[in-house]
Each structure stands twice: as structure tokens, then as C-alpha cells.
């Protein structure tokens, strides 16, 4: 898995962005997202199932994305276009390469520092964590060339046990094969859920040997899950 998810970012107008600002983004967002491509496409093609998520908006031309801030737009948009240039170029090798952008602000550093007065109205980084964790537990090779919004990707989901649950802490413990395993027992579809009970109490079974033996890695159910 690769995600592209570090950005450079100055919301400034064209004469408020010097030339080496603009460079710095460019580099940084475009330019970054290729360089991990090309380095990490080997590994990828090794993959059982290989995912790469850049967190860069849907491409929309309307000029009021570039009215304040021509240069980040320029940039971000940059990343949107490795998205689509690589989920063609790869998907014959069930490479899948997607974007995910958040509906609303997000309580980052960057929010805190141009948008001080939006933190309180943000979302916590959560929702990005789950959709993103929702799209690359997906099939490679049937879920690419995507725009996804957090918001509509967990709307479409079964809704998981660490969602429901209000302890942060808890939470995250429950967020990862639990999770995973709730979701297939409820998938729409019948050919992508468990055969049976019996088949559902093997993972469960398994999850818990390796909740108590509390050893990293010791048992996944991802794959499975895939």
C-alpha cells in the first residue's frame, strides 16, 4: 500500500506566492506522489492486493478552486492527475489507484494555521483514517480511477463496531479486524459475505487467539476478509 498523503500548503493569492513557494508545492504534492509511485511500483506488483490512495481533490475547473490560491490548486490538482494517469496505466496489473478527499474541514495543522477560527466546526482526522481504511481493504483490481469523498465512503459502508463505540481509546482498539469482520458478515451482497456461521466463527476464533496472545502481526483477517 502506498498512500500520498503529506501536502505542502500556502493559501495565498499569485502575487502573495513567489516563484520558489510555488516550486516547493509542486515538488512536494506533484512531483512526490510520481517519485513514490516509481519507487514503490516493484513492490506493488508483488502485492496481493495493492492500493494507491493520494488524499488530492475531484478535479473541478470552476474558477472559484483557483480565485485565491492558483498555485495550491495547481498542485493538488497535479496529485489528482497521477491518480487518474496511474489507475489506467495500471490497471492491467490490478494496481488500484485512488484519491480520497475529506467533505469538510479537517482539524489539521494546516486547518489550525490558516482557518484558526475553523477548528472547533472540524472533523477530527478519524473519518479520513476510516475511509481510508474502508477503500483499501477493497479488491484492487475492481476498485480504481476513484474521486471518493470520506463522508459518501462510509455512508456505503455497513456501519463497524469502533463507530458506535464513544470511548476514543476503545475506539481505535476495536477499529482494524473486528472491524473487518463485522463489515463481511453484513456485505450487501450474498457472494461477499461469509458461507455460513461456522465460516464467521472460524475468524472470530482467530481474532480472539490473537487478542490474547496480543502478538503483532500473529493473525490477520484482512486477507481473508479481501
Not at 211 to 225: I, K, Q, Y
Amino acid at each position: 500500500i502506498l498512500v500520498n498523503n503529506a501536502s505542502a500548503i500556502s493559501l495565498s493569492n499569485t502575487q502573495s506566492t513567489p516563484p520558489k513557494r510555488f516550486d516547493l508545492m509542486v515538488n512536494i504534492n506533484a512531483r512526490g506522489s510520481y517519485a513514490c509511485a516509481y519507487a514503490c511500483m516493484p513492490h506493488l506488483k508483488n502485492s496481493a492486493n495493492p492500493h494507491i490512495l493520494t488524499l488530492s481533490p475531484p478535479i473541478n475547473l470552476n474558477p472559484k478552486w483557483f480565485k485565491q490560491h492558483t498555485a495550491y490548486t495547481i498542485s493538488k490538482y497535479a496529485m489528482s492527475m497521477v491518480t487518474l494517469g496511474l489507475a489506467a496505466e495500471l490497471a492491467e496489473f490490478g494496481i488500484a489507484a485512488n484519491s480520497l478527499w475529506p467533505r469538510t474541514t479537517i482539524a489539521t495543522a494546516a486547518v489550525e494555521t490558516f482557518f484558526a477560527e475553523a477548528v472547533k466546526a472540524s472533523r477530527t482526522a478519524d473519518i479520513m483514517a476510516d475511509a481510508a481504511y474502508a477503500i483499501l481493504t477493497k479488491p484492487s483490481h475492481s476498485c480504481t480511477g476513484n474521486f471518493f469523498i470520506d463522508e459518501a465512503v462510509l455512508r456505503a459502508e455497513p456501519q463497524r463496531p469502533s463507530v458506535s463505540v464513544t470511548d476514543r481509546r476503545l475506539a481505535r482498539a476495536l477499529r482494524g479486524d473486528l472491524d473487518t469482520i463485522v463489515a463481511k458478515a453484513l456485505k450487501k451482497k450474498p457472494e461477499a459475505r461469509y458461507a455460513s456461521a461456522g465460516a464467521m466463527l472460524v475468524d472470530l476464533r482467530a481474532y480472539e487467539e490473537a487478542r490474547r496472545a496480543d502478538t503483532a502481526g500473529a493473525f490477520s483477517v484482512r486477507a481473508l476478509a479481501q
